[in-house]
């Protein structure tokens, strides 16, 4: 575990590493919009197929839920009092959370007609895009600058862990989001175990998923 001394970054030391975690922002932008579509084309006799559909939707909104939890319970608070003058910024940022959470709700609930949850999937991808350009653009510098790569690689291993049983698939969706360079980087500094149930089973299982729910 880091001590408070080890939270900030010194002059000098490395930058921490934000692939990952921006790669997970570029698989968020990607995935709502384009379920939204699925569901346009979906035949509402199809029941296997909207089954399907609600399957990866939900560890898509877990994954975000999860993504959000962990910055403002952990990030936004070493932020605040890292720079305390992004306060306006980050508290911007926790009141879209609630938004989306609120838009979110509503998906998270079943049996719904596919227009409704398809209209709320692009209320939830407009203001998620939103959201992560304000974020991108004014708060991932900040943790670039203030933030010590110890504390957050420390971070990432335990958001890591805590997405359960849902890690193998998102694992594989992680890797197929990035581009090449970034996949190589990812999966270069995976433990070697996740390497290896990539391989022999993570990639196929999400290949499965991915034929089934896009087509």
């Known amino acids: 575990m880091t001590t408070p001394t080890q939270t900030r970054r010194r002059p000098g030391d490395p930058a921490p590493d934000l692939v990952t975690f921006l790669v997970f922002h570029t698989g968020l932008r990607r995935e709502f919009g384009r379920l939204a579509e699925v569901l346009d084309r979906c035949d509402p006799r199809d029941e296997r197929r909207r089954a399907v559909v609600d399957e990866h939707l939900a560890l898509l ?52 007609p596919a227009r409704e949850v398809a209209a709320d999937l692009r209320s939830l991808d407009r203001l998620l895009n939103t959201h992560l350009d304000l974020e991108e653009s004014e708060v991932v510098p900040l943790i670039r600058e203030h933030v010590s790569a110890a504390w957050w690689e420390e971070s990432g291993k335990k958001v890591t862990k805590s997405h359960g049983r849902d890690l193998p698939m998102l694992a594989a969706w992680l890797l197929d989001v990035a581009t090449p360079a970034d996949r190589d980087h990812i999966f270069g500094s995976a433990p070697a175990i996740m390497r290896v149930l990539y391989r022999l089973s993570w990639r196929r299982a999400y290949e499965r998923r991915v034929s089934q729910v896009y087509g």
């Open 61 to 112: 909104l877990r994954a975000l839920h999860h993504h959000h939890t962990e910055e403002d319970e952990a990030i936004w608070p070493l932020l605040r009092g890292l720079v305390p003058e992004a306060r306006t910024v980050l508290d911007r940022l926790e009141t879209d959370h609630q938004e989306m959470d609120t838009v979110i709700g509503r998906l998270s609930g079943g049996g719904r």
